[in-house]
């Protein structure tokens, strides 16, 4: 399967001038507890946005839906680990015994024709995104951590590592980004500078967990003892929604 070129890593959006802007954790094909948190905070989509930190497929039982949801004009996410397990897959790098294992039997079950319709969409996703507050504070979106951190890169410092010209250092790069869990490992809560906060997923922790301005939001919807969790960008209140019955 031929995949276009991926897009550049970094995504940014100027302030939302007329509506609130949203984040929500890992949503792993649980689109029907988005829908009822989108229900919760009174969700507007001609003004509002959403953003969510990755991994909208595998586990849950409507990821099939993903490319309704992509359709959306506010609905905007980062690329997750799960996204590149479809992608490694397609593109013959992959293991799709393991994908499956871990929830992606549903992209297996597809058309050929729906698969590269799935993997077109996915490969276009942004690694990193950037959202300007009106307060003109910026705030990030990456899966997992951001490059370099632990070297003490600013923001657009790890971003430019996913962009370097040599390949082994932009591969690295990306693995971290969307793989690595030391930092929330090592409970470092050093700050990110260039940014008011940062907002990841990957790490599934019982309540969204901050540390430094780093902001942990994968509250394991896709777990029977877990629960998807947003945050409004701007006054930081949060709700989450239980696992439907």
Sequence with gaps: MNL????????SFP?????????????????????????????????????VTGDI???GPYSNEALDWLANPWFHTVRGNHEQMVLDS????????R??????AWFYENPYDRQVRIAQQLQALPIAIEIELRTAEKVGIIHAELPGWEQGLTWREGIELLQAAD????????????????RINDRDDSPIAGLARLYTGHSTVPEVLTLGNVVY???GCS????????????????WSCLPHP
């Design 4 to 11: 276009p070129p991926p897009s550049p890593p970094l995504k």
């Design 15 to 51: 302030a939302n001038q007329h509506g609130r802007d949203f984040i929500v954790g890992d949503v792993h094909g649980h689109f029907e507890m988005l829908q009822s948190l989108l229900n919760t905070v009174d969700f507007t989509p001609t003004h509002d946005r959403l953003f």
């Design 57 to 59: 497929v595998d586990r």
């Design 90 to 97: 397609v593109s013959g790098q992959g293991d799709p015994p």
């Design 99 to 104: 994908h499956t294992r871990n929830g992606g």
């Design 167 to 182: 390949p082994a250092t932009r591969q690295a790069a990306l693995m971290q980004a969307l793989y690595a869990r030391r």
């Design 217 to 219: 939001l994968d509250t």
């Design 223 to 238: 777990f029977a003892d877990g629960k998807l969790s947003i945050i409004e960008a701007a006054s930081t209140a949060c």
